[in-house]
């Protein structure tokens, strides 16, 4: 029998080791569950669905210590493909994605597809354009491949410098997200929720960088699926007869579709570029589920979904992940099964909100009743509903819900017990950390690589590296935790300039870097600076109301800015060294060994051969 | 390892390859979405017929691009000697 390179690094146990993790997270929902039923107090349950799933995924990152610079910044390269492709799947919108979008579907329906859409054409984008080569070349971060690529110091700390600021705005949008969660659970102030998810997050990466972070974020992506997908399909089952949400709320959606319309909610038609994403408060549902176009007009629809592929496809704190794998061809399976990940949970979130909006419909359809069911008035007592008490006859839209609410009124509106409504928030937390953890690590790694060492081509002795790199996660986690704290803005629109200045600054150069030869590192520094520089003042011109462009959609002119930047610079200076030419032919083909990898061998055995 | 000469056939052959996977799925996810409310008129399995080919649709049109690209591009490694397992 033939071992290919493909599987011969795979821990064969690690299928037991995530069974017993998945045993473990239901026992202790069944356990709490049990303790509801005895009358345990609220708030031991609500903690313990807290801090339980917490120590786990800081005992599965401290079981997993590095001793070695491959397994700190790079896992040892032997993650398969299907973690790989949870992890990212978990990671490219994290908590935002799932909570934020599930009520954006819920207000707005059709028209929030433009972000799902995005997604899973980002994850394409990057399978066929990006991923494998990122691979083959093996460099820990983005701005180390750009900085190799182009034989470029400058390049190297010019990207560094820029994606910090994506960077940034993810770990804020993803902290916020998750504090809110972990506030609602705990009762706590938000304050105190950043600052627990932050030591969480250190404790379980500090000790195995990249491989704590690795195997701890599949045991969160888990536990945010399951969190996601169980009361859902407990739903589905109660009002289906079928466990399979996504999709057999088909007649539930067209029998909506007939009581949206004799409801009188309009079909509206939004201009070609408005964007008229629902913020974080209260809001009516705008429009008709499945009319498109309502509140996004079509324009802005496609710009959006480009922007969110494009920032999905060169995001950095994904990137570094598919250099994890055993090989390309593992790379490449493991887009595939972020694609499939990523479209389930999506798919989810939209069938949550057709149940909730059905839901709601069966109490308006009654008319006036003389007392709101329970679960309505429980809804109104956690905070996540309001309702105008005046309104008569009762009309779809005399409910507001909350944006972030919705995925939890779900269990709460379905009469579950209250632990699926803990649990549903705990899986909210698990996968804002999956998302703020994968942004810190790619932001430390990239401190430590190119910034503190990014003079050099030559890497720290590898004690010193591997000490910087921690000191480097604390540092950016609890740089994270204090930017969330001053600058407390929507989760979903931090998110949407992170994919808008991603998009603009890397997109254009990392996909030239490989398809088009003749780029060089003058065109690199253009590319960079004019993509992102643009960008940035079309968000920040947008919120000023300078132009009529919402910052979200500022890509439509960053991407176009970075590629002509860097394209016209190129042609205008003189072409690649004979170097940089067979580096790209080299990276171009998927066998062989990892270029990086083989540098830093040639490096050792320099240095050796010195002393 | 690959040989020299097969380096030009193997790339021609690599960007047709990524031509076909990525050109028609970007056209598809821009129009499909733009003519759903005339195909909401239809239905399947239940659905508004624009609504579920935009969200189910393009989802398993994009597990069904990533597939196969992984699949092809492996032949293509293959063929032209530039696989992993040498």
């Known amino acids: 029998m033939i071992t290919t390179s493909r599987a011969r690094f795979v821990n064969p146990r690690l299928g037991a080791y995530f069974g017993i993790f998945v045993s473990l997270l239901t026992g202790l929902v069944l356990l709490l569950m049990i303790f509801e039923q005895l009358g345990t107090s609220e708030v031991l349950l609500r903690w313990g669905m807290l801090l339980g799933p917490l120590v786990l995924y800081c005992a599965i990152g401290v079981s997993v210590p590095s001793r070695e610079a491959l397994e700190f910044f790079a896992s040892g390269r032997r993650v398969p493909a299907g973690y790989t492709g949870l992890g990212l799947a978990s990671a490219a919108m994290g908590a935002t994605g799932i909570v934020a979008l599930t009520g954006t579907f819920f207000l707005i329906g059709f028209d929030a597809l433009c972000l799902v859409i995005g997604g899973l054409a980002g994850f394409v984008v990057m399978a066929v354009m990006l991923a494998p080569f990122l691979r083959k070349f093996g460099a820990f971060t983005v701005p180390s491949y750009l900085g190799r690529r182009f034989e470029s110091k400058p390049v190297r700390i010019l990207a560094a410098a820029l994606i910090a600021v994506p960077l940034l705005l993810l770990l804020a949008a993803e902290l916020g997200m998750g504090a809110f969660a972990a506030a609602w659970l705990s009762g706590q102030s938000r304050g105190a929720m950043v600052l627990l998810l932050v030591l969480a997050m250190i404790a379980t990466v500090v000790v195995g960088g990249m491989r704590s972070f690795n195997w701890s974020s599949s045991g969160q992506a888990i536990a945010a699926l399951l969190a996601l997908m169980v009361p859902v399909a407990i739903v589905a089952v109660m009002v289906t007869n079928f466990p399979l949400p996504q999709l057999t709320h088909g007649p539930l959606l067209r029998q909506l579709v007939y009581n949206e319309a004799s409801q009188g909610i309009p079909v509206v038609a939004a201009p070609r570029f408005d964007f008229m994403l629902p913020g974080e408060g209260f809001a009516a549902v705008a429009k008709r589920f499945t009319a498109p176009f309502g509140s996004i007009g079509p324009g802005a629809f496609v710009v959006a979904m480009l922007t969110v592929l494009t920032g999905i496809a060169a995001s950095p704190w994904l990137l570094p992940r598919v250099t994890m794998t055993p090989g390309v061809y593992e790379t490449r399976k493991s887009l595939g099964w972020a694609t499939v990940f990523f479209g389930l949970t999506m798919l989810t979130a939209a069938s949550v909100s057709v149940f909730m909006r059905d839901f709601i419909m069966d109490v308006v359809k009654e008319g006036s009743p003389a007392r709101l069911p329970d679960w309505m008035q429980e809804l109104v007592r956690l905070g996540f509903m309001q309702f105008d008490a005046t309104a008569s006859p009762l009309v779809f839209t005399s409910f507001k819900l909350a944006r972030d609410t919705v995925l939890l009124s779900l269990p709460v509106a379905a009469g579950l017990p209250n632990v699926f409504v803990y649990f549903a928030a705990a899986g909210i937390v698990a996968a804002a950390l999956v998302a703020a953890t994968a942004a810190t690590m790619a932001l430390a790694n990239v401190v430590t690589e190119d910034v503190i060492n990014g003079l050099s081509w030559e890497p720290m002795p590898k004690d010193a590296r591997m000490l910087v790199g921690r000191i480097s996660i604390a540092g950016v986690a609890l740089l994270g935790g204090a930017f969330t704290l001053l600058a407390p803005t929507d989760p979903l629109r931090l998110l949407l300039w992170c994919f808008a200045i991603t998009g603009s600054t890397l997109f254009p150069v990392l996909v030239l870097s490989i398809w088009w030869k003749r780029m060089n590192g003058f065109g690199a520094l253009a590319g960079l600076g004019c993509g992102f520089t643009v960008a940035v003042l079309t968000i920040l011109a947008g919120e000023a109301h300078i132009i009529g462009l919402d910052g979200a959609l500022s890509g439509i002119v960053g991407l176009p800015a970075g590629a002509l930047g860097a394209v016209l610079a190129s042609l205008a200076t003189p072409g690649p060294t004979r170097s940089m030419l067979e580096l790209v032919r080299e990276i171009r083909i998927p066998g062989g060994e990892v270029v990086y990898d083989r540098e830093m061998r040639l490096m050792r055995l320099k240095n050796r051969e010195r002393a | ?86």
């Not at chain 2, 990524?18 to 799925?25: D, G, Q, R």
């Not at chain 2, 597990?63 to 690209?69: E, L, N």
């Open chain 2, 1 to 86: 390892m690959m040989e020299r000469k097969e380096r030009k056939p193997y790339w021609r052959h690599t960007k047709w390859q990524m031509l076909a996977s990525v050109v028609p799925f970007l056209v598809l996810i821009i129009v499909l979405p733009l003519y759903a409310s005339s195909l909401n008129t239809a239905r399947f399995l239940g659905f508004p017929l624009g609504y579920f080919l935009s969200a189910h649709g393009i989802a398993i049109i994009a597990i069904f691009t990533v597939a196969s690209f992984v699949n092809r591009q492996d032949v293509i490694d293959h063929w032209h000697g530039a696989h992993e397992d040498n």
